[in-house]
Each structure stands twice: as C-alpha cells, then as structure tokens.
C-alpha cells in the first residue's frame, strides 16, 4: 500500500511550495506540486504607464528582482520595435552575467549543498588530510590546514552550544548522506568562502544598477548610467576598473573551486545520475544581445524534444515567432477560473481557490507548454541548447567538469548524465563558467565603445495610439522568463508573466501530464519517509523561486497597507 507524504513547506528555496507524494517500495510513484500563494501583479499593473512595469514587477520576487526588470523592458521595447544602445546593451549584459554568477554560486552552496553534506561529520574531520585532499583537485589558494582547522572549530563551536543557526535543520547522519568526514569539511570550508565570493559579484549589479536588490538603473529605451570620463559623478574608468577586479576575483573562485566542488561531489553520489530525469523536453533562450535589435546573441538558445539534441531548434532573435507563438498556459489543476490553455497574450489571472485536490485543483500555479508539451526550463536546458548549437565556451566547460567528476569516479562520464538531479547541478557549476567568459567579453566591448568615443545609453521611447503588443524574453538563472504586454493608447491593457519556476513548478496540464518537479520526483529512492531528504535533493536542483510563480492572495481582502501618491 501506498504511503502518502506530504514536505511543506520546502525550505531553502524563495516563496511558498508544497510537495506530496506517494511512497511504494521505497520509491517515489506519484507527486503533486503545489504552489501556496497566488501572485497577483499582473492585476495591479493594468492601466499603468508601460515605461513603469519593471520598477512594479521587480517585487515579484526579493531574489529574481534584476530578472524581472530586465523582462519588463524588453517586453515594452520589443512591443515599440525600439532599438537599444550598444552602451546599454552592455551595460545590461554585465549586470546580467553578474546577478547570474551570484545566484548560481548561492543556490549551491547556501540552498542546496546541505542536501548532499554532513555538516556534523566534518567535525570528525582530519583537518590536515581534509586541506591535502583538496589540494589534490585544485590549485585554490584558501585550501590551506589553518583555514580547513578554523572552519572544523567555527562548526563546533556551533554545534557545542545547542544552537546550530543556519544548519540547525539539516538531515545529518541521514542513511542518503556517504560523503566521508574529510569531504564534508571541504565542502563546509567552502561553504564559507562562497559568503564573501557572490558579494564580490554581487558588488558588480550594485554599482552598475545603483543598488540590489532592486536596481535602479534601467529605463524603457536604455539604461539611466551617464557616461563621460571627465566627470567624477558619472560610470568613470575608475569604477569599471574596479568592477574588473571584482570579476577576475570571482572568475578564480568559479575555476577552482565551484566546479570542482560539483564535480567531486557529483562524482561521488554517481547514483543520482539516475535519479531525477523527469521531463526532457529543453526550453531557453539566447542572451547577451550584441545588436541594437536583439537579433544575434553571445549565448544561443532553443527548444530540445526528447533529449535529443540533434532535433534542437534555434531560438533566433526577440522577435522570433517560433517562441512567441507557441506558447500556452492550462490552468485546469490551477485555482484560476475561465477559458485553459490561452496564449499568454490573452492570459487571464482570476483566482478561484477551491482546496486542495488530487485529481482536480491543487496549484497557484499555472501549467505553460510550448508546442503543447510541457517543457523543462533552467541552467540544464540551456547548457544542452548551447552544447548542441556547438558553442565553444559551453563546450570547454561541460569537457572540464565532466572530466574532473570522471576522474574522480573512476570511470567515464558523458553528457548523458546530465539528465538526472545531480546532472542539474552540474550544469549549472558549466553555466557559471560560461558566464564568467560573458562578462569578461562583454566588459571588454563596453570598454572598447566607450574608448570609440561613443557614450550613448538611452533611446527615448514613444507611444503610439491604438493598441500594440510584446514580448521580453531573458535567460534567467532558474531559465526561461517571459513578460507578455498588451498597451492600449500608452497605457498596460494586459500584462502576464511566465516565469521559470511556472514553467517547471507547475502541475499536471490539460492533457495531466505531470510537470517537471512531478515528472522528476518519479522513482526517487526514499529511504526513510519520515526524513525525505531525497525528495529535497531533486526539488532542490531545478533552484525553485515560487515567489515568481505565485503571489500573496487574501480571500478576505483584509486591507494590508494604503499608498498615496501625488502625481
């Protein structure tokens, strides 16, 4: 007989998930998604200015704000057929490239490295073995016995009091966790250096977006950096050169000990290269525009069926058809009323909660297919779009941390282990390393702009009467992230976004098929029912933002707060 689990909330992730699942013999055999919280911006932004939306729907999220952002414009400047600066362009690029980097190296280490850790067994640690093994895989300066004895002394320190902090909630001496004493202290010393390493890039978004999060730099046309080396008050040589400094800093952290990190750990839980497949149809986009227009990229994207990556079709420009017009949203075990399976164009978010049900509503979540299947979306998904379209930067990255991890198992891995759990992680340590050869290029080109002579940064926009519509797709760090307007007379008629976690959070469609969580959680070992680490594991690995696919609903509507403005 089956038995029923039920893990809510999902810690460790941003917003409001629950998963339930049943357990027979030991496996996971069915699962449901659901989403807590309904969002409900899409509402609020109806009759607002256009050149507005991104400050609005940046607080979709308190960690994907730049994303949301950088969606808005795109989707209000794609509608006015608007040309961007080249200055702007990489401006963006590098903010981009940079809140990426951040988020990737957070989401390892500081949301779901703890899944794979024992914190409590690095104690136990030989401090000294523990700083040679690690010398063994990488040329890390911060490798060294002082730095390995002072971190086994801080977690002891911890966990001599009682009060374990951060870690207080971990599955230690889980039967799932077989990391040894002296790997789990390699990884906890990172674990502590990764803290200083996203702030260094996290430094790069703040001092180009006036602040994160929450950047304050952008506008409909451009972006708000004045550019002039004489002026002190403007992005000066001085501030970029820092900004450089930044990112070589972190480019060596990324090298020598993120995709090491993944790789050794991955190749050590080589098993969960069998777990977590779930949905292989691929969905990204490219990124980086290196054109007014948005028509060539520095990374491509596109859509993969089956896993098979010589079907991959080529995302080619902002305003290609093949991503805009196939696209829809079934909300048949979502708790929204009216018509399933409408274009985002003509998305409508009517709440209709109705409980909890298994084979009906069960989700604040939306279910999105493309070519009427659902699709997965995330650093997987846009690794294999890049790695068939022969990029060469993803390329030598998925070569050296499937060579590391191969060495370190003792037997080959090929790119067909990335379809799994532990391959989403992977995937990601290659992603992180393909931007960091982004960000180093697109600074070069803005450096080399500037040196032109040419220091534009904003074209102004300009609405026209009658009705127009578009779409601001982006690659962001969790995948495909789309903003959908529809402006009346210069005003938002209809605004929905769908976002990666919607995309991969969401449940069954019209047709019940499962969504990727659903389909991934399929045949998950779990060991023991009580403490379902393994179901977190798989959860964990597609990085879930539910705060992006659902927002605040109050049935009461109990009035929270009153704004006035004076316009």
Request: with cysteine.
């Given at each position: 007989m089956a038995k029923r689990i039920v893990v809510d909330p999902i810690t460790r992730i941003e917003g409001h998930l629950r998963i339930e699942c049943e357990i027979e013999n030991g496996h996971?055999?069915?699962a449901w998604s659901s989403g807590t919280m309904w969002r409900g911006i899409e509402l609020i932004l109806q009759g607002k200015d256009p050149r507005e939306a991104w400050i609005y729907t940046q607080r979709i999220c308190g960690v994907c704000?730049?994303?949301?952002?950088?969606a808005s414009v795109r989707a209000v400047e794609n509608a006015l057929g608007l040309e961007i600066p080249m200055n702007a362009q990489h401006i963006r690029n590098i903010i981009i490239a940079a809140h990426s980097i951040f988020d990737h190296i957070v989401h390892f280490y500081h949301l779901s490295a703890l899944d794979w850790v024992d914190i409590v067994s690095a104690t136990k640690a030989d401090a000294k073995a523990a700083a040679k093994l690690a010398e063994t895989l990488s040329p890390w300066k911060h490798n060294s016995a002082r730095e390995f004895q002072e971190t086994q002394d801080r977690l002891k320190?911890?966990?001599?009091?009682?009060?374990?902090?951060?870690?207080?909630?971990?599955?230690?001496?889980?039967?799932?966790?077989?990391?040894?004493?002296?790997?789990?202290?390699?990884?906890?010393?990172?674990?502590?250096?990764?803290?200083?390493?996203?702030?260094?890039?996290?430094?790069?978004?703040?001092?180009?977006?006036?602040?994160?999060?929450?950047?304050?730099?952008?506008?409909?046309?451009g972006?708000?950096?004045?550019?002039?080396?004489?002026?002190?008050?403007?992005?000066?040589?001085?501030?970029?050169?820092?900004?450089?400094s930044l990112i070589d800093e972190v480019g060596d952290f990324i090298s020598d000990v993120y995709q090491i990190d993944v790789a050794a750990i991955g190749a050590m839980y080589a098993d969960w290269t069998g777990y977590g497949e779930g949905i292989t149809n691929y969905l990204s986009v490219p990124e980086f525009p290196q054109d007014t227009k948005g028509e060539t990229f520095l990374t491509p994207g596109g859509y993969i069926p089956s896993k098979n990556l010589s079907k991959f079709v080529e995302i080619k420009s902002f305003h290609d058809p093949y991503f805009e017009d196939n696209i829809t949203e079934s909300i048949k075990?979502?708790?929204?009323?009216?018509?399933?399976?409408?274009?985002?164009?003509?998305?409508?978010?009517?709440?209709?909660?109705?409980?909890?049900?298994?084979?009906?509503?069960?989700?604040?979540?939306?279910?999105?297919?493309?070519?009427?299947?659902?699709?997965?979306?995330?650093?997987?998904?846009?690794?294999?779009?890049?790695?068939?379209?022969?990029?060469?930067?993803?390329?030598?990255?998925?070569t050296r941390v499937l060579n590391i991890a191969s060495s370190i198992a003792g037997t080959t891995l090929g790119p067909e282990i990335l379809h799994s759990t532990i391959g989403r992680h992977a995937a990601r340590a290659v992603r992180c390393g393909v931007?960091?050869?982004?960000?180093?290029?697109?600074?070069?080109?803005?450096?080399?702009?500037?040196?032109?002579?040419?220091?534009?940064?904003?074209?102004a926009p300009v609405f026209p009467k009658g009705e127009i519509q578009g779409v601001g797709m982006h690659e962001a760090p969790r995948?495909?992230?789309?903003h959908w307007v529809i402006i009346k007379d210069g005003q938002i008629k209809n605004y929905q976004c769908v976002v990666?976690?919607?995309?991969?959070?969401?449940?069954?469609?019209?047709?019940?098929?499962?969504?990727?969580?659903?389909?991934?959680?399929?045949?998950?070992?779990?060991?023991?029912?009580?403490?379902?680490?393994?179901?977190?594991?798989?959860?964990?690995?597609?990085?879930?933002?539910?705060?992006?696919?659902?927002?605040?609903?109050?049935?009461?509507?109990?009035?929270?707060?009153?704004?006035?403005?004076?316009?």
């Open positions: 996971v055999s069915k704000t730049t994303v949301h952002a950088i320190k911890f966990i001599s009091t009682g009060q374990l902090g951060v870690f207080a909630s971990g599955y230690w001496g889980h039967p799932a966790m077989k990391l040894t004493p002296e790997v789990n202290l390699m990884a906890a010393n990172h674990y502590f250096q990764a803290l200083d390493y996203q702030r260094k890039i996290n430094k790069v978004v703040a001092i180009l977006g006036s602040k994160t999060p929450h950047i304050q730099n952008l506008a409909v046309g972006v708000a950096n004045p550019i002039n080396p004489d002026s002190q008050s403007t992005l000066t040589i001085e501030r970029l050169v820092y900004i450089k075990h979502a708790y929204y009323k009216g018509e399933s399976n409408l274009h985002p164009y003509k998305g409508e978010t009517e709440p209709n909660f109705t409980g909890f049900e298994d084979d009906g509503k069960y989700s604040w979540v939306k279910a999105p297919t493309f070519l009427g299947k659902p699709a997965q979306v995330g650093p997987l998904a846009n690794v294999l779009a890049m790695f068939a379209a022969g990029h060469p930067p993803t390329v030598d990255n998925a931007l960091h050869d982004v960000i180093n290029k697109e600074y070069n080109s803005l450096i080399a702009n500037i040196g032109s002579g040419d220091y534009d940064t904003f074209n995948g495909v992230l789309s990666p976690s919607t995309w991969n959070a969401g449940p069954r469609n019209d047709n019940d098929e499962p969504g990727p969580y659903e389909a991934a959680l399929h045949g998950t070992p779990v060991a023991d029912p009580e403490n379902p680490l393994e179901v977190l594991r798989t959860i964990h690995s597609f990085d879930p933002c539910l705060a992006c696919a659902i927002h605040l609903y109050d049935p009461n509507r109990t009035e929270l707060t009153q704004v006035t403005t004076n316009v």
